[in-house]
């Protein structure tokens, strides 16, 4: 850009006093020229891409929840917990929620909302993944008890001890 070009107004739809509006027009100022406020605000607007992609992820994971009440005794028979796996997937939803509205109605969205809902969130994601985690280590630990016990019960009789 021209040094001794003009640089864009303040956006008329922002307000002034907002201190994170001011720091963001005078992070981004130097970059549009008079005139080109319209095309600084679209930068804060999600692309029909991304509206799309989060809407389809909410439909998924909802999906995925009905999916696993429905076949509850089917998901218990492959060793999975129905628990840890609700938990994890409402943790996610309720991210997926919390982000796409933030981004989508970034300046309607009340600002008390974003940590509060991430605070239950990211919790449920974190203790249901460590969940996932113990109950893989006591599968895989049950699985390794088994095969050395046939192992050594295979050796025993090889060796003709008994």
């Known amino acids: 850009m021209d040094v001794g070009a003009e640089k864009m107004d303040f956006p008329s739809?922002?307000?002034?006093?907002?201190?994170?509006?001011?720091?963001?027009?005078?992070?981004?100022?130097?970059?549009?020229?008079?005139?080109?406020?319209?095309?600084?605000?679209?930068?804060f607007e999600p692309s029909t891409f991304f509206?799309?992609?989060?809407?389809?992820?909410?439909?998924?994971?909802?999906?995925n929840?009905?999916?696993?009440?429905?076949?509850?005794?089917?998901?218990?028979?492959?060793?999975?917990?129905?628990?840890?796996?609700?938990?994890?997937?409402?943790?996610?939803?309720?991210?997926?929620?919390?982000?796409?509205?933030?981004?989508?109605?970034y300046y309607d969205f009340p600002c008390f909302i974003n940590p509060y809902f991430l605070s239950i969130g990211f919790p449920l994601n974190l203790i249901s993944g460590s969940g996932f985690i113990v109950l893989f280590l006591k599968q895989c630990y049950a699985n390794a008890a088994i095969y050395s016990k046939h192992e050594n019960t295979d050796s025993v009789k090889a060796a003709g001890i008994f």
């Open 65 to 105: 929840i009905i999916f696993i009440l429905i076949k509850r005794d089917d998901f218990k028979k492959t060793k999975s917990s129905v628990t840890l796996s609700i938990t994890f997937l409402i943790g996610s939803l309720i991210n997926i929620i919390t982000f796409s509205l933030q981004r989508v109605i």
């Open 13 to 43: 739809s922002w307000d002034k006093t907002n201190p994170n509006a001011m720091k963001e027009y005078e992070k981004c100022k130097r970059f549009y020229q008079k005139g080109e406020e319209d095309k600084f605000v679209e930068i």
């Open 51 to 63: 509206i799309g992609f989060c809407i389809f992820t909410v439909l998924y994971t909802l999906i």
